[in-house]
């Protein structure tokens, strides 16, 4: 049965100078093709943007029309677009035609008026012969007649000129590259594709091109535009000028053009350059063979479920991405934006007619979601989202695992040696001495204090701290709902990346401290929003010395939706952590140290054979001692009499009788003393001066302070066991809760203890200055790592800190919320 709109489409074909048919797509195959070539329409993406070209604007010429119909024809006879899409094609030019015109005659009179607009420079005169002779038809009422084309028409369903199944949608982003006319891409679409992705894109393969969109989606190359719009945004005019002019020579435009931009108000959003490339990336891969249907169009749906977030309609896509264009060319297009969008924008058969909201079903951003989470699924991903806040470059390796190149890697082991001292015969487990939960309970307390104005005052026996110095710790309030171990873990991820990168280590290993990683941070943090806004406050009160604020890189992941945070399993296993989280005990025993070493922050751990040579030389150049009884020996000796036993036995008598006391002084004066005896009448004249309170102080602390670190020095060792390391800290927690009613009065044990026992030496006032700032540090927090004392209950002490509003904190606080 002869369609009426189609035979009415054939009639009209002989105006283009063809022989009459039923049927307008019965020219054959090659003779089609060739038609095609000689009208330079080369593939199906420039046959989509004539498509799309004859009937932009607002008036539509005759000749435009009378194109399109021969243009559809063509398309369907050289078989490429199926029957059924030129058929559609060619009813919307009937249609139009049907819309746009009186009747035949009017249709005919316009096309002849067109033709003598271009002085009948195109083809012959036989347009007028053949308009004459449908004219001849219709009057007489032969073949398919204006008033049965009218009928037809108005019977039909509107024409779906694109690929207009909910999961075919999606390539209607694509439409800015070239308009996509079918969704089983052939030879016609793109017949260099993969030519072009391995020439512009360096990718060569399917994992090269997952790991190229899932960069373009997350992070792109709109991050670094987006900081550099914020740094700007907060300087001078003067300061963006001098920004702009310390670029090199090849970013000089984009500086300039973004300064430009800053200073005009143009809204600094760009993100379009990224997303829309991604669906240009995927549609490459379908098209490469590299990607299969469902496949590119779950990746491309990613990249438009990301649009949907971002704009409304598609004029702001379009300025969206004319200005990362423009940015990416250090060329200013944003003028031609209406010349270079126009066909898009007004033709009105665009891929571009229907809303943008309508563009994705629910069910397809639902898959598309799930498979991008599978891609990003491994705890691997969350370290690289970690690292890749201060190093971006490494987002470019999300996806499928990739080898690092030897350089890096070379890299990777330089920086562990030289900045962590961590070598590959240590094993993987050494990483666990960065693992530091007692650091996040430490800055957790500080914090719920200092909201409560809780904190110790800044005037000691040793010193005030600096009002700038208070005020910076007092502002540790703003963090009482943020937990802090995401502070100490995002360094711990970056020391695991290397760790990674080096291929020193045992991947598997490595692999489950990550597991292990991202199980912790998804117990603290319900979502990479909490865990954002965690990070940037502590970043903000806590910043790191001679590095500049991560917060502006810290907000964009927080902003961007793309961003690889957003996209993370968040789902949480067994709870295992990378490393022991001490109990509270047990960390206020390790306190008992203080500055008499660096603070810990986690239990200690058997040290590999390299760290233990150097602990063993302190310990035997310090102590005189070389082997495990020995330690235990001397450990055992300092809890139970210590150095203060030599105090009360040797020179606590002379406080009862200061002439002996002075008669015994005034020997040694007088005559040569070797060191053993310069050190006592050192001591002697400390104990006739009262210096630093010798006589009237405590000295325990001394001995607990001594004991605790070497009993630390044991376990690294491997000297002790855990259960005899923990006996020890017990041990020490119960003295000092018998000698001492709170730290200050430790301190002040601990310095006297420091002060008379230390031998006699030139750098003597130095070490006791720097001795007592650090004890000012441990006993105020200011600075809040200086020291663990200002959150922590004193052993024995009734309890006196606020309850933190989280569960970052160590087993055994009774008080903590759960």
């Known amino acids: 049965m002869v369609d009426v709109v189609d035979a009415w489409w054939a009639q009209q074909l002989v105006l283009c100078d063809w022989a009459f048919m039923p049927d307008p797509l019965m020219l054959p195959e090659e003779a089609a093709g060739e038609r095609l070539s000689a009208l330079e329409v080369t593939d199906r993406g420039e046959l989509a943007w004539r498509l799309v070209e004859l009937r932009a604007g607002v008036e539509v010429s005759a000749s435009s029309l009378l194109a399109g119909l021969e243009l559809s024809a063509l398309a369907g006879a050289a078989g490429w677009l199926s029957r059924d899409q030129a058929q559609q094609w060619g009813r919307s030019h009937c249609r139009a035609i049907y819309e746009h015109f009186l009747d035949l005659d009017h249709w005919l009179q316009a096309l002849c008026a067109d033709r003598s607009q271009d002085g009948w420079l195109i083809g012959d005169g036989g347009l007028l012969e053949s308009c004459q002779a449908l004219s001849r038809i219709e009057a007489e009422h032969e073949g398919v007649t204006w008033e049965l084309l009218g009928e037809a028409l108005g019977k039909a369903s509107p024409e779906g000129l694109w690929p207009d199944a909910d999961e075919q949608h999606i390539w209607r982003l694509r439409a800015g590259f070239s308009p996509v006319l079918t969704t089983a891409p052939s030879e016609l679409d793109w017949p260099d594709a993969m030519v072009w992705l391995r020439d512009v894109w360096q990718v060569n393969g399917h994992d090269d091109l997952v790991r190229a969109i ?176 201060r190093e971006p470059e490494l987002a470019t390796r999300q996806g499928p695992m990739v080898d690092v190149a030897e350089s890096r890697a070379i890299e990777a082991r330089k920086y562990l040696a030289e900045s962590l001292d961590l070598h590959a015969d240590e094993g993987a487990g050494a990483l666990v001495r960065y693992w530091l939960p007692a650091q996040a309970h430490h800055l957790n307390q500080l914090a719920a204090d200092a909201s409560h104005r809780a904190l110790p005052p800044p005037n000691t026996p040793f010193g005030s701290v600096p009002r700038n110095d208070i005020a910076a710790r007092d502002s540790l309030a703003s963090a009482t709902r943020h937990s802090a171990t995401i502070h100490m873990a995002e360094k711990y991820a970056f020391y695991l990346l290397m760790s990674m990168d080096s291929g020193q280590f045992d991947a598997e290993q490595l692999q489950q401290m990550a597991v292990s990683l991202k199980d912790v941070l998804c117990r603290f943090y319900s979502s990479a929003r909490r865990l954002l806004d965690a990070w940037d406050t502590w970043d903000g009160l806590l910043p790191e010395p001679d590095q500049p604020s991560l917060s502006l890189e810290i907000r964009w992941h927080l902003d961007d939706p793309g961003s690889l945070f957003h996209w993370l399993d968040w789902s949480s296993g067994a709870w295992q952590e990378p490393g022991e989280r001490p109990c509270l005990t047990h960390f206020t025993a390790l306190s008992l140290v203080g500055p008499l070493n660096s603070a810990a922050w986690s239990m200690p751990h058997v040290e590999s054979e390299r760290e233990g040579s150097s602990i063993l030389d302190w310990v035997d150049s310090h102590y005189g001692l070389h082997s495990a009884a020995e330690l235990i020996d001397f450990v055992n000796f300092l809890l139970e009499a210590g150095d203060r036993q ?169 008080r903590t919320l759960h």
């Open 214 to 389: 899932l960069w373009l989606c997350s992070q792109g190359d709109r991050q670094a535009w987006d900081i550099d719009a914020a740094r700007l945004m907060q300087v001078s005019a003067e300061e963006r000028l001098a920004w702009c002019e310390g670029l090199g020579p090849r970013e000089r435009n984009y500086g300039r053009l973004l300064r430009q931009y800053v200073e005009q108000g143009e809204p600094l959003e760009w993100a379009a350059w990224d997303w829309l490339r991604a669906v240009d990336l995927a549609w490459a891969g379908l098209c490469a063979g590299w990607l299969d249907d469902e496949e590119s169009r779950l990746l491309a749906t990613h990249a438009g479920d990301l649009v949907l977030r971002r704009y409304s309609d598609w004029s702001a896509l379009a300025r969206s991405w004319q200005r990362g264009r423009s940015l990416f060319e250090g060329l200013d297009r944003l003028p031609l934006l209406a010349q270079d969008w126009q066909l898009l924008m007004t033709s009105r058969v665009s891929p571009w007619r229907m809303p943008l909201n309508g563009l994705l079903d629910a069910d397809g951003i639902e898959a598309s979601r799930q498979y991008i989470r599978q891609w990003r699924g491994d705890a691997r991903h969350w370290v690289l989202a970690l690292a890749a806040v």
């Open 646 to 814: 030599e105090y009360q036995i040797n020179y606590a008598p002379y406080t009862l009788n200061h002439a002996r006391l002075n008669s015994e002084i005034a020997t040694l004066e007088s005559g040569e003393c070797n060191e053993e005896e310069r050190n006592h009448l050192a001591r002697l004249t400390r104990v006739r001066d009262n210096t630093d309170g010798c006589n009237e102080v405590d000295l325990c602390a001394w001995d607990l302070a001594q004991a605790i670190d070497l009993a630390i020095a044991g376990r690294q060792l491997g000297w002790l066991s855990a259960e005899d390391f923990q006996s020890m800290l017990e041990r020490g927690y119960h003295l000092a809760s018998q000698h001492y009613a709170g730290w200050q009065d430790y301190a002040q044990g601990l310095y006297a203890g420091f002060s008379f026992f230390m031998g006699e030496t030139e750098e003597r006032e130095s070490f006791l200055a720097s001795f007592q700032q650090a004890l000012v540090g441990w006993l105020t927090a200011a600075p809040p790592l200086a020291g663990s004392w200002a959150s922590l209950d004193y052993p024995g002490a009734r309890p006196r800190h606020w309850a933190p509003l989280h569960i970052d904190t160590l087993p055994g606080d009774g």
